[in-house]
């Protein structure tokens, strides 16, 4: 069974600053891989999905890394703002199963 | 109206009541959720739905019933619940391709449950 960890749970950082999310997951066979944001007491809003033949996909300030091999996704966040504070939650579907989540990294941006 | 959008946002009943959770979603999607998120503890699959037909379930309890009238529209009906069912309840949808694959999913805003 799949099993998604996210680390560090929470993160608070200044505004300005690049950072990273960091997502581990146990079975390298996956199928994609997706970012959410999730604004306390609101849905999740999807950032960026990897399938399994990317190593990465970018939207804007965000840039997401794949490495199958390593069971590793990281969320590059840069030049972070007090916009960017939510909770980021990354989930894989490993092949021929639904989407895992993770707990999530709750993140905070001072201005 | 674009997207998931899931009524009402926010629900207090009972533990004797019946009421219902709707979804629908806007995008022309052939997959429809239920998820469950609960205090510090990830997302919870309850229910799945390709075409209408439901595809899975994740052993949930009787008192939460289903229901897909069509591939845009999902309920959730709920009976005789207990307090510690009161959670954030997210409905999404995808485009599943063809062969057990799944598609990038999209959540709505989510019904706030809170059984007394």
């Known amino acids: 069974k799949q099993e998604v960890t996210q680390i560090p749970a929470a993160l608070s950082v200044p505004e300005g600053e690049n950072l990273v999310l960091n997502c581990s997951f146990t079975?390298?066979?996956?199928?994609?891989l997706q970012w959410f944001r999730q604004d306390p007491g609101k849905g999740l809003t999807s950032l960026l999905l990897?399938?399994?033949?990317?190593r990465e996909q970018t939207s804007g300030r965000l840039n997401a890394s794949l490495d199958k091999s390593s069971g590793r996704s990281t969320l590059y966040i840069a030049a972070s703002q007090p916009g960017d504070s939510a909770t980021y939650l990354c989930?894989?579907?490993?092949?021929?199963?639904?989407?895992?989540f993770g707990e999530g990294t709750q993140l905070t941006v001072n201005p | 109206e674009t997207g998931v959008t899931q009524t009402p946002r926010h629900l207090v009943m009972g533990m004797t009541n019946k009421k219902s959770l709707k979804c629908e979603q806007h995008?022309?999607?052939?997959?429809m959720y239920w998820y469950k998120q609960s205090a510090k503890k990830p997302l919870e699959l309850m229910f799945v739905?390709?075409?209408?037909?439901?595809?899975e379930n994740n052993s949930v309890p009787s008192r939460f019933s289903p229901e897909c009238p069509n591939s845009s529209h999902l309920f959730l009906h709920l009976h005789t619940l207990q307090p510690e069912d009161s959670a954030l309840y997210l409905c999404?949808?995808?485009?599943?391709?063809?062969?057990?694959?799944?598609?990038?999913?999209?959540f709505g805003e989510g019904s706030r449950l809170t059984v007394l």
């Open positions: 999404a949808s995808s485009q599943d391709p063809s062969g057990g694959a799944v598609g990038e999913l999209f």
């Open positions: 990897i399938q399994s033949s990317q």
């Open positions: 989930a894989s579907a490993a092949s021929g199963s639904r989407l895992t």
């Open positions: 079975d390298s066979a996956i199928y994609n």
């Open positions: 995008l022309g999607h052939n997959a």
């Open positions: 739905y390709n075409f209408k037909e439901q595809t």
